[in-house]
């Protein structure tokens, strides 16, 4: 049976409010040739049994997990999940949470995201943390129209070893900005250019955006970079597309980082098919009232009880709008959930342990890749989970072979960068067992004899 809220009364009384004769005149503005002037072509509705069985039919066509080893990464991660994760989140009264205007009969929630940004802070080393942006790529995006509006400056220095898809969502917030973006290259080791930044990098930059790790996981102390820009009272920027890192290497606010930015999906939330994710966001306490987004803060209710409150709520739909820091409506308050459980989970001793695990991981499929005759390691130094390896023998190829035996290998980088048509991106975490680097060494040489 379908479901009409509205009566045929309701529904004229409604169209005679807003000065129309019936529904189609409503869409007058769309032209007649781009309307649908027949009802799609879809088969009969089915029953729930029937739809069902058709839906298990159709799930049978997936690949199955278990049968595909993958060393995929470029920004999402696959990592173990505490069964305690699922279980908190979905409880009834965090599930189904809205935004928590009212403190009053929202204290769960807020206390939960007041913890949840105290962590934030903590791994990436500054003194304000927001209540999470929708990911790693908008956080981008809004610390750099942060920037803007704390230098009153135009020109925005960004990595081109930051992750593509984090830049292309920073142009489209900004085609309409008042800005000018000017690309840092990368070396033969994968770093920022110093010799550029030296160079270019001058009174009008309002900031410097890296990342850290980079796209390539290469992981360098960004210190002096962070000095340069503020030499120029410009702000620093860094971007971890890999939150996990931060647990054996510096966090980004003892580099000298202004704004730090981070994608939190590692940290308990599942990859499903890439999203939703989580947009770690942390700065100094002196720019607090820039601060995008959501904002919970403890204070005292009039008996003197501890309590939370959203604060400083300079948002589009609060107070305030003209002068609203984000367009950003929401905060994925279950992702940022599920991560506050993982991170209190581990502790700081159980997050340290498996980012030193991953490390290591790392570190042992970069000896045994670097071995095998036809591949060489792109990029010299530190890195975290990924690096980049090269071959003669196209990548595409080479994926598309390993992938005929049920691997997914890594990431070809010639869709962005030309320059690394040779190259593609491996990744390997905790997930991974012992027998999967061997099968992919294994896979690997065959194809390359």
Not at 107 to 123: D, S
Not at 201 to 216: I, K, L, W
Not at 374 to 400: A, D, M, W, Y
Request: hydrophobic share 40%; net charge negative.
């Amino acid at each position: 049976m379908r479901y009409l809220p509205h009566t045929p009364d309701e529904i004229q009384a409604m169209l005679q409010t807003v000065g129309v004769k019936e529904i189609n005149d409503l869409f007058a503005s769309i032209p007649a040739s781009k309307r649908c002037a027949s009802p799609l072509a879809l088969p009969e509705a089915l029953s729930e049994v029937d739809l069902r069985n058709t839906l298990r039919d159709l799930s049978r066509k997936n690949a199955h997990g278990e049968d595909w080893i993958s060393f995929l990464g470029g920004g999402a991660y696959s990592h173990y999940i505490p069964s305690a994760v699922p279980a908190l989140t979905s409880r009834g009264e965090f599930l189904t949470s809205y935004t928590p205007y009212q403190p009053e009969v929202a204290q769960g929630t807020l206390q939960a995201i007041y913890e949840y940004q105290t962590m934030v802070a903590e791994i990436l080393g500054l003194e304000i943390a927001n209540a999470s942006n929708y990911d790693v790529s908008t956080g981008v995006a809004e610390a750099v129209l942060m920037a803007l509006r704390v230098t009153e400056k135009k020109r925005v220095f960004v990595a081109r070893s930051l992750h593509p898809e984090y830049r292309e969502v920073l142009q489209t917030y900004l085609k309409n900005q008042d800005a000018e973006i000017r690309e840092i290259p990368f070396t033969p080791e994968g770093t920022l250019d110093r010799d550029f930044l030296k160079k270019e990098v001058n009174q009008d930059a309002a900031c410097v955006v890296a990342g850290y790790p980079n796209f390539f996981g290469v992981v360098e102390d960004l210190s002096d970079v962070a000095a340069l820009i503020h030499q120029h009272e410009g702000l620093f920027i860094t971007a971890t597309s890999e939150a996990l890192s931060l647990g054996i290497f510096q966090s980004p606010g003892e580099m000298g980082a202004d704004i730090a930015v981070a994608e939190g999906q590692s940290l308990g939330v599942p990859i499903s098919f890439g999203g939703p994710f989580l947009g770690f966001f942390a700065t100094k306490r002196a720019f607090i009232r820039n601060l995008p987004g959501r904002l919970v803060g403890e204070t005292v209710d009039k008996s003197g009880q501890r309590g939370f409150v959203l604060t400083l709520a300079t948002r589009e739909q609060h107070i305030r709008r003209e002068r609203a820091t984000s367009n950003i409506c929401t905060n994925v308050s279950l992702c940022a959930l599920s991560s506050a459980i993982t991170m209190a989970l581990w502790g700081k001793e159980g997050y340290r342990e498996l980012s030193d695990l991953n490390f290591q991981l790392s570190e042992t499929a970069k000896t045994r890749l670097g071995k095998i005759s036809g591949i060489k390691l792109k990029f010299s130094g530190t890195t975290f989970n990924e690096f980049v390896l090269r071959s003669e023998r196209p990548p595409p190829q080479i994926l598309e072979q390993l992938q005929s035996q049920k691997i997914l290998g890594g990431i070809a980088l010639g869709r962005w960068y030309p320059e690394l048509k040779d190259s593609w991106l491996f990744c390997i975490t905790e997930m991974n067992q012992q027998d999967h680097l061997d099968k992919y060494v294994e896979a690997l040489q065959g194809i390359l004899t």
